[in-house]
Nanobody, 124 residues
Framework: QVQLVESGGGVVQAGDSLRLSCAASGRTFSDYSMGWFRQAPGKERDIVACISRSGGVTYYEDSVTGRFTISRDNAKNTVYLRMNSLKPEDTAVYYC?????????????????WGQGTQVTVSS
């Protein structure tokens, strides 16, 4: 079992940047591919980005491509989501998730382990 704790959310203005962190514990972090998802009120939980367990393969949802960067530091058991040029439509609770595979998945149900989420609010 792996435990995940997100941090770094907050209230920012459009155009600002944030960096989310997700600290993992309990298992060998490098055995897990990781994903960042988000869920806005009244909407489904959707993929933002995911990263393979080595960090060599990444995927981004179209609306964040070029603005967000997912990365990981296996020595620190942490995955990051750097978010630049934030827009009001990025407002959501952001979750990190883990699965014990080489590469990540865009599908939430493919991830057995989830953090508690961190709120990101972008004002216009």
């Amino acid at each position: 079992q792996v435990q995940l704790v997100e941090s770094g959310g907050g209230v920012v203005q459009a155009g600002d940047s944030l960096r989310l962190s997700c600290a993992a514990s309990g298992r060998t972090f490098s055995d897990y591919s990781m994903g960042w998802f988000r869920q806005a009120p009244g909407k489904e939980r959707d993929i933002v980005a995911c990263i393979s367990r080595s960090g060599g393969v990444t995927y981004y949802e179209d609306s964040v491509t070029g603005r967000f960067t997912i990365s990981r530091d296996n020595a620190k058991n942490t995955v990051y989501l750097r978010m630049n040029s934030l827009k009001p439509e990025d407002t959501a609770v952001y979750y990190c998730a883990a699965r014990a595979t080489v590469v990540g998945s865009r599908v939430p149900r493919d991830y057995p382990y989830w953090g508690q989420g961190t709120q990101v609010t972008v004002s216009s």
